[in-house]
C-alpha cells in the first residue's frame, strides 16, 4: 500500500556558511535565506561539534539510542557528557594567503534533558573552550541554552523554542562577507508556531526572531577590531498544506522577513532597515516507500529603508529535492536551492544564490556510522560583474564500542574562489581540517 506524503528533511543546511556540522536551527538564525514551502527546520548531520568557527549544539546520534542514555529521573531523561576533541587546520585564520597551520584543543560539555516518554520538552545546555597553540586568536570560551517545548490550546498545536548562544561564527554574510573570522558573537533567538488541521488540510504559522551581537571581528586580511555590529532580524510565515493524493500535497509559503542593522567600524558601514517578502509554491511526492521528492517555485522581494544607498531587487527563488531512505541505517539526499541572502552594503542589493548538496548517512554497524557530504554554492549579485563560489567537503567515521564512548574521526576542506570582478568585496581562501573527537556518556 502507498504511504501517505511526508515532509522531505535532508538534513542540509543553505548558504554561504555551509554548516554541515551544524547545531540546533533553534540558535542558528544568524544566516536565513527565504525558506521554501517543502523547506523543513535543519537537523544536525553529524554528532560531532568542534572547535573555532563550528557551532555548538545538541548532536544527532546516528545510533539511535538517545531513548536509553543518561538517567531517569522525576519523568525526565538527563543524558550529560564530557568531551575532548584534537584537530589540525591549515589556515584557521581564513586569510586569502594559505597561512600557517595550526593544532588546536577543544574541551566541552553538554546536557540535553528531555521528556523521558519521548514528549516535546527538551532542554539543552552547553561549554566549549577551544586554543589554539600557535595562532594568535587566543581562548574560545562558548555557552549555549536552547528550550523548546509543544502546547495545545483552542485546537492549535503551539510549539515554542528559546535560545541562548554566545559563540563564533566563520565566514558569516554579517558583514557583507569582508570579515571571514568573527568572535565575540552572542545569538537571542525566540520562535512560536501556531499549527492546526481542518480535515486532511494543515495550517502552520510562525514567527521568529534573533538579534545577533559581534564583540569583535577580523578581516581576510587578518585585522582584528573591537565592533558593536548587530542583526536584529524578525520573521513571519504562514503555509498552507493540501493533499491531493495520498502521497501527494501541494504547499503554499507567504514569508516576511525584516532586519535593522548596526554596524560600526567597518568600512563604509550602511544602517537601513530592509525586508525580504517570499511567496512560493510546492509539492511533495513520495515516490516509493523509499524515494521523496520536493520542488517548488516562487518570487522573493528585497526592499530598503535607504533606497538612494541600498536598491530594491527581485529574484526567483525556488528548490528541488530528492531524498532516498532503503532502510533506517541509510539516508541520501540531493538537492538544488536557489535563492536570495540579505546584504547590508552600499549599492547592493542582496546577494543571489545557488547551492547544490549532496548527503549521504550510513550505520555499517550496531557501532560503526559513516557520514559524508558535499555542497557548492555559487553567488552573485546584481550590481557587481563577477561571482563567488564557496565548496565544502565533509566525511566522518564514527565508532561507539560502548554506549558510554562515542568514537569519531572527520575531515572537512572548504574552499572559496572569487572572480576577479569581486576581489574587492570579498577574498578567496582553502582550508583542510583533520579531527579526532572523543565523547562520554555519564
Known amino acids: ?34 525558506i521554501p514551502a517543502a523547506e523543513q527546520e535543519t537537523k544536525s548531520s553529524t554528532a560531532i561539534p568542534v572547535g573555532l568557527s563550528e557551532p555548538l549544539g545538541p548532536p544527532n546520534d546516528p545510533f539511535n539510542d538517545t531513548k536509553t542514555q543518561g538517567h531517569v529521573w522525576g ?42 516518554q519521548g514528549g516535546p520538552r527538551k532542554v539543552f545546555v552547553g561549554v566549549a573552550q577551544t586554543r589554539f597553540n600557535h595562532v594568535s586568536l587566543g581562548s574560545d570560551p562558548r ?36 570579515a571571514n573570522t568573527e568572535l565575540g558573537v552572542t545569538v537571542k533567538s525566540a520562535g512560536l508556531d ?48 493540501q493533499p491531493v493524493s495520498e502521497t501527494t500535497e501541494v504547499i503554499v509559503l507567504a514569508q516576511n522577513q525584516s532586519y535593522a542593522y548596526r554596524s560600526t567600524g567597518a568600512a563604509d558601514p550602511v544602517n537601513p532597515t530592509s525586508e525580504v517578502m517570499t511567496a512560493t509554491v510546492g509539492v511533495q511526492h513520495q515516490l516509493t516507500e523509499a524515494v521523496a ?39 541520501a539526499s540531493i538537492a538544488y536551492l536557489a535563492g536570495v541572502e540579505e546584504l547590508n552594503d552600499t549599492g547592493v542589493s542582496n546577494l543571489k544564490t545557488g547551492t547544490w548538496s549532496l548527503g549521504l548517512g550510513h550505520r555499517i554497524s550496531p557501532t560503526l556510522a559513516t557520514t559524508v557530504s ?49 576581489q574587492d568585496f570579498v577574498q578567496p581562501f582553502s582550508n583542510n581540517r583533520y579531527l579526532i573527537n572523543l565523547t562520554y556518556y555519564l
Not at 199 to 208: A, E, I, N, S, V
Not at 299 to 328: C, E, F, N, Q, W
Open 374 to 422: 558535499f555542497d557548492r554554492t555559487r553567488v552573485a549579485t546584481n550590481e557587481l560583474d563577477g561571482r563567488v563560489i564557496d565548496s565544502k567537503f565533509y566525511a566522518a567515521l564514527l565508532w561507539k564500542p560502548d554506549p558510554r564512548v562515542l568514537l569519531a574521526v572527520a575531515f572537512s576542506r572548504t574552499r572559496r574562489q572569487v572572480s576577479d570582478g569581486l
Open 1 to 34: 500500500m502507498n504511504q501517505p506524503a511526508r515532509p522531505l528533511s535532508l538534513g542540509i543546511g543553505f548558504g554561504l556558511s555551509l554548516g554541515l556540522w551544524s547545531a540546533s536551527a533553534l540558535v542558528m538564525a544568524q544566516e536565513q535565506t527565504p
Open 75 to 116: 519523568g525526565l531523561r538527563y543524558v550529560p557528557d564530557v568531551n575532548m576533541a584534537y584537530y589540525h587546520e591549515t589556515n584557521p585564520t581564513k586569510v586569502a594567503a594559505n597561512g600557517p597551520g595550526d593544532n588546536a584543543r577543544v574541551l566541552y560539555a553538554t546536557l540535553t534533558v528531555s521528556d523521558a
Open 143 to 178: 555557552r549555549v541554552l536552547t528550550y523548546q517545548d509543544r502546547f495545545s490550546v483552542a485546537g492549535w498545536s503551539l510549539p515554542v523554542r528559546l535560545g541562548y548562544n554566545a559563540d563564533v561564527v566563520s565566514r558569516s554574510s554579517f558583514l557583507s562577507r569582508k
Open 293 to 331: 521528492l520536493a520542488a517548488d517555485l516562487g518570487r522573493a522581494r528585497k526592499t530598503s529603508g535607504r533606497a538612494d544607498l541600498v536598491p530594491a531587487a527581485t529574484h526567483g527563488v525556488g528548490s528541488i529535492k530528492a531524498g532516498y531512505t532503503p532502510s533506517d541505517r541509510t539516508e
Open 194 to 241: 501556531a499549527n492546526r488541521k481542518w480535515g486532511h488540510t494543515r495550517l502552520g504559522l510562525g514567527w521568529r526572531y534573533s538579534d545577533v551581537r559581534i564583540g569583535s571581528a577580523a578581516t581576510a586580511e587578518g585585522v582584528t577590531y573591537r565592533s558593536s555590529n548587530s542583526n536584529t532580524q524578525h520573521t513571519l510565515r504562514a503555509k498552507l498544506t
